[in-house]
């Protein structure tokens, strides 16, 4: 098992070399860069990124500016120098694409172009919070999803399977952000109830509250958002442990076990319960990565949560360069290593598994 981490964990190289070439040779075809966008903002003078411009620079062209940068036309040719320098790109392409080769080998992800911070200081200052999303989310969803899996499996065809799977298919159905806003009208002082802050992970006065009081008011606020997340998740999870269960309990070795005798509860989660748990285990880390990465930008947007898909968001709408390849940088990193936690728990479930013999 040791040679296979090591192959992988090797893998992961390459890997990230790939995605991160590939994204960044296409952002630099992509019209409306970092330039385009502070040009887009001037009417004359500059600000954000601009106003941090200083030092002597070397006058382009008119004719020229206006060919690169359409929406230059009646901008001083220095201060569009001046940009190009300010953003990195009066080097050519592939100086700064190794250069960022070079950073990201000492994860060295650069600075943000208008907020003044490096990437590595703004990605672990919004990471908590989608670990936060994202783990909660997970364990409430595996917490209702394997039970109730189980039980319709164990009771297929019944009254309680028909009932759950409309409820399930209902759930499915819901997109979590619409979830989310229902959660806010009902529950958040929309309409109806207002048991429940609208806003952020912790209240203003989180400081000043006792350990117990924190943790009561971080899961205070952690409540609808993560609510409005598990209900797209735990329904196709459901539906996976019962599929799973019904093909296991069909097997030979089931009607053995029963037929020696064995008590019932002993064959579920003595013999069927292992390899049932096998496929969920399988799809555990990309569960994980959906919602961490993708199915928590809107909740985050929603709920005024600043996590890091949200950073990355508004990164990509500014066409800040820096944070949108150092998330994706992280995404990336995050993605295959929880791909290498999931067969780890593999072997862990099964210790049958053996990777090695399989990679051999």
Not at 7 to 33: E, S, Y
Request: no cysteine.
């Amino acid at each position: 098992m040791a040679r296979y981490i090591l192959k992988r964990l090797l893998l992961i190289i390459p890997t990230l070399l790939g995605v991160v070439t590939i994204n960044f040779f296409i952002v630099q075809l992509a019209p409306g860069g970092p330039v385009d966008q502070m040009i887009a903002q001037m009417e004359g003078a500059a600000f954000g990124a601009g106003a941090r411009i200083a030092g002597a620079v070397d006058t382009i062209a008119v004719t020229e500016a206006n060919t690169r940068f359409p929406g230059a036309e009646g901008i001083d040719p220095e201060l569009i120098a001046a940009l190009e320098k300010q953003f990195g790109f009066d080097r050519p392409v592939h100086e700064r694409y190794f250069a960022m080769l070079w950073n990201y080998l000492r994860f060295d992800l650069g600075e943000s172009y208008y907020q003044n911070r490096s990437v590595v200081e703004l990605v672990l200052e919004r990471f908590p919070v989608s670990i936060s999303l994202g783990l909660w989310s997970m364990l409430l969803t595996y917490l209702i999803s394997i039970p109730l899996g189980v039980a319709k499996a164990v009771r297929d065809g019944s009254r309680f399977d028909a009932w759950t799977s409309a409820a399930i298919f209902i759930g499915y159905a819901t997109p979590g952000f619409l979830f989310a806003v229902f959660l806010i009208v009902m529950f958040a002082g929309g309409t109806f109830f207002d048991w429940f802050p609208l806003k952020g992970l912790v209240s203003e006065d989180f400081a000043e509250l006792s350990p117990l009081a924190k943790v009561g008011d971080y899961f205070w606020h952690l409540a609808l958002p993560v609510s409005a997340l598990t209900i797209g998740t735990f329904a196709t999870l459901t539906m996976l442990t019962k599929n799973a269960f019904l093909e296991e309990i069909s097997k030979q070795f089931v009607l053995t076990a029963r037929s020696k005798g064995l008590d019932e509860r002993r064959v579920l989660y003595g013999h069927v319960f292992r390899n049932a748990m096998l496929i969920v285990v399988a799809g555990f880390p990309a569960a994980l990565i959906g919602v961490l990465f993708t199915g928590a930008l809107l909740i985050e947007v929603i709920f005024s949560l600043e996590g890091i898909g949200l950073l990355g968001f508004e990164a990509t709408l500014t066409r800040d360069y820096p944070i949108m390849f150092g998330t994706l940088y992280t995404f990336t990193l995050v993605a295959l290593l929880l791909h290498l936690v999931g067969d780890i728990a593999y072997t862990l479930v099964d210790p049958r598994i053996d990777f090695e013999t399989r990679d051999g």
